[in-house]
């Protein structure tokens, strides 16, 4: 189902949509459980990120949050890794979401669609991967868990710990740190 922007202003004024290899726009926002500000800016000065559009009717988001949820628990540990949600639904439906699938990493709403358009959204769930610079390893349209296991290698590679294989039907163990190489021994 398309989402409802888009239109007149982007066939007027060109496509605003973001693409691998271009800048992440950053966005503040009040997260639902804190009440705190929060943005992109402070999630990538963490390290990697992934700001997630989704709408909590949609099948694809239904699979894909909780398992992003599964993502973040796992690579917690290292610190260098963030899930932003953005929703596209009101905040009692939201609210409701969260609740029935444990969400805990910062969650916001889109008000009107305004993230969702400068964005260049098309449809939910929408994926952005972005490096600690704020360049868009990639962008993502849709489920899979194949997406999933592409972010979690990436993650590993940027935390320098052992990659966690998302397996949709057992739930993750946390990313163990990469043992420090031995240094070769000195030859007299």
Known sequence: MP?????????????????????LRDLMMTDLATGRPTGTADARRKGMVVLVFFNVGTP????????????????????????LGVSEDDEPMTRAFIAEHGLKFPLVLDHDGYHAMIYGLARVPTLYFADASG????????????????????????????QVVIDENAPMLPAIPRPEPVAAEAKS
């Open 3 to 23: 989402a409802p922007y888009g239109g007149q202003s982007q066939q007027r004024w060109g496509d605003n949509t973001v693409n691998a290899s271009e800048y």
């Open 135 to 162: 360049s868009v390893l990639k962008k993502m349209v849709g489920y899979s868990g194949k997406t999933l296991n592409d972010i979690s290698h990436a993650v590993a590679n940027f935390a320098q710990v052992d």
């Open 60 to 83: 694809d988001c239904i699979t894909l949050i909780p398992a992003l949820q599964r993502l973040s628990d796992a690579y917690k540990e290292s610190g260098k890794f963030t899930v």
